[in-house]
T-cell receptor, first 110, second 116 residues
């Protein structure tokens, strides 16, 4: 069945340090989405990647989709306390829904 | 409305009771999804509605769970004879969906269900 694993499960960084979370799928993905969930909040859509090798940037966030479309990464440059939360990747599960990864919980120490 | 609205935001119920959770999606979003999230865990797919098509119920964990969507808009998730393992945050999401296009989900704030 569909497996989307994320590493690391937890990450603590000093404010100003960089952060990267990796998403790995057991199968080729037609697209991948990334979501952020603040503590006590709900997931919020960040971005979708579709093309092999695609790289997209949103301010300090850089998203990458692997050439084989089986892995993806999210890199945050110079973290801020507002970056705290859990970051989920999600890939299609069949035709009808998304399978969410296990998530990476980011803590930023001021 | 401007976002996905869920009610109630919190629900405490006794084991064995039935509960109904409501979701009001974004107007114009044809796809509606229910997920649940246990404390500190990821998101587990429950059910998907798309327009007037038959729903995809493949994620429902047992026959105690059911959902309907009336008029292609509001959806209700019903859990009968609740058990303690049903305690979780139930998240509803909607998205625009056209042809083979895939679009990001907009989630509601969720209903936190506690079964005591």
């Amino acid at each position: 069945g569909q497996q989307v694993m994320q590493i690391p499960q937890y990450q603590h960084v000093q404010e100003g340090e960089d952060f990267t979370t990796y998403c790995n799928s057991s199968t080729t993905l037609s697209n991948i989405q990334w979501y952020k969930q603040r503590p006590g909040g709900h997931p919020v859509f960040l971005i979708q990647l579709v093309k092999s090798g695609e790289v997209k940037k949103q301010k300090r966030l850089t998203f990458q989709f692997g050439e084989a479309k089986k892995n993806s990464s999210l890199h945050i440059t110079a973290t801020q306390t507002t970056d705290v939360g859990t970051y989920f990747c999600a890939g299609p599960a069949g035709a009808n829904n998304l399978f969410f990864g296990t998530g990476t919980r980011l803590t930023v120490i001021p | 409305g401007a976002g996905v609205s869920q009610s109630p935001s919190n629900k405490v119920t006794e084991k064995g009771k039935d509960v109904e959770l409501r979701c009001d999606p974004i107007s114009g979003h044809t796809a509606l999804y229910w997920y649940r999230q246990s404390l500190g865990q990821g998101l587990e797919f429950l059910i998907y509605f798309q327009g007037n098509s038959a729903p995809d119920k493949s994620g429902l964990p047992s026959d105690r769970f059911s959902a309907e969507r009336t008029g292609g808009s509001v959806s209700t998730l019903t859990i009968q004879r609740t058990q303690q393992e049903d305690s979780a945050v139930y998240l509803c999401a909607s998205s625009f969906r056209q042809g083979g296009g895939v679009y990001g989900y907009t989630f509601g704030s969720g209903t936190r269900l506690t079964v005591v």
